[in-house]
């Protein structure tokens, strides 16, 4: 496999279930990033780990859970999620978090969530 | 603090003909400005990015932008549209972490 991978590519859930999303990068980057597309919303950056450290979280409601292992897998856990969670969430990577954000980088295709 | 403005939300053109994607930005930085693509049911595939080098950036695809100080802008243009083209665009800037547009949907007839 190459480049984000994103697992699973769908997912349903209904508001009391627990889930997690799995985003694993065959780059050899050591930063990785979750975003939350939603519709007509420009991307909102949700979490950064760098050097599995997490060193953003960008006011996120604690029913969203992250988890990295290692620099190369990063977990969103989902417990209580409400209809407006519904969203594409994306996962990203980079070599590292430069200063000044000049560091590109390679996006997952994504895992779209419906929250009932 | 920083933004970015795309100044369409959807541009149609025919195949073949130019493409431009407008965008404007505010940085208190001197800032790094990206364009991705987005295809349907697709992650985001890096276009071209400008970090204070030429101006003039060429990207994939025969895509290419120009910052441009002055005007704040970092327009995203293609001399000839292909149908593959079509698909959601994305200006970013990065005075420190990334801030996205609203995204332009650009569409190409044949």
């Known amino acids: 496999e190459t480049g984000v991978t994103q697992t699973p590519r769908h997912l349903v859930m209904g508001m009391t279930n627990k889930k997690s999303l799995k985003c694993e990068q065959h780059?050899?980057?050591?930063?990785m990033y979750w975003y939350k597309q939603s519709a007509k919303k420009p991307l909102e950056l949700m979490f950064v780990y760098n050097f599995k450290e997490q060193t953003e979280n960008n006011s996120v409601p604690s029913r969203f859970s992250p988890e990295c292992p290692n620099s190369s897998h990063l977990f969103l856990h989902l417990h209580t999620l409400q209809p407006e969670d519904s969203a594409l969430y994306l996962c990203?990577?980079?070599?590292?978090?430069?200063?000044?954000?000049?560091?590109?980088?390679?996006f997952g295709p994504g895992t779209r969530l419906l929250v009932l | 603090a920083q933004s970015v403005t795309q100044l369409d939300s959807h541009v149609s053109v025919s195949e073949g003909t130019p493409v431009l994607l407008r965008c404007n930005y505010s940085s208190s930085y001197s800032p790094s400005l990206f364009w991705y693509v987005q295809h349907p049911n697709k992650g985001l595939q890096l276009l071209l990015k400008?970090?204070?080098?030429?101006?003039l950036v060429k990207g994939i695809n025969g895509f290419e932008a120009e910052f441009k100080k002055s005007e704040t802008s970092f327009h995203l243009t293609k001399p000839s549209a292909h149908m593959s083209d079509a698909a959601e665009y994305f200006c970013v800037v990065s005075g420190g972490k990334l801030t996205f547009g609203q995204g332009t949907i650009l569409t190409v007839h044949p």
């Open positions: 400008y970090t204070s080098a030429a101006t």
């Open positions: 990203a990577s980079s070599q590292e978090v430069l200063a000044g954000g000049r560091e590109t980088q390679y």
């Open positions: 780059l050899g980057h050591n930063a």
